[in-house]
């Protein structure tokens, strides 16, 4: 891979990742647009992680207070916190897609990067985060979040394993549908 592939490919995910838009959907489709070799799943996977370590970078102040929540919780007659809650919340609300992610790694790897495959589920669920939004009644804060609602949250990320469905958008539009706010 070149040097030129790896500075568009990085912009390209530094642009999206952001976004209720599929960073992979687009890191897929960019190859196409521009005349590279498919990257493959390797390192959109580690563009990904260099975000994931920006926003642990950024938020490591909720991070940590999150997490010593969370502990907090483990030891026995400490009360549960708002931050506990939502430490358990995270945890429970990945186990799907980590399940899913790694049943259907060679599905992912293979067919579903697709150009037809990105244009549609980016349609589909952009259509989908665009009648949520209105839709949606608002009425909760995510210190209500339950594990119940956690696990509808991450169930609906396993959809994002499918290129041109962004994890953020479904997220958001999950959590709109069971009433939560942005």
Known sequence: MSELQILVLALVQG???FLPISSSGHL???PYLFGFADQGLAF???VHLGSLIAVVG???HDVLRIALGWFGSLVPGNAATADARLGWAIIVGTLPVVVA?????SLIEGELRAPWVIAATTILFGLLLGWADIRAKRTRDIDQIGIREALLIGASQVLALIPGTSRSGITMTTGLMLGFTR
């Open 44 to 46: 959109d996977v580690a």
């Open 58 to 60: 950024y938020f490591r």
């Open 28 to 30: 897929i489709l960019s």
């Open 15 to 17: 642009l999206t990742e």
């Open 101 to 105: 992610g790694l049943l259907l790694k």
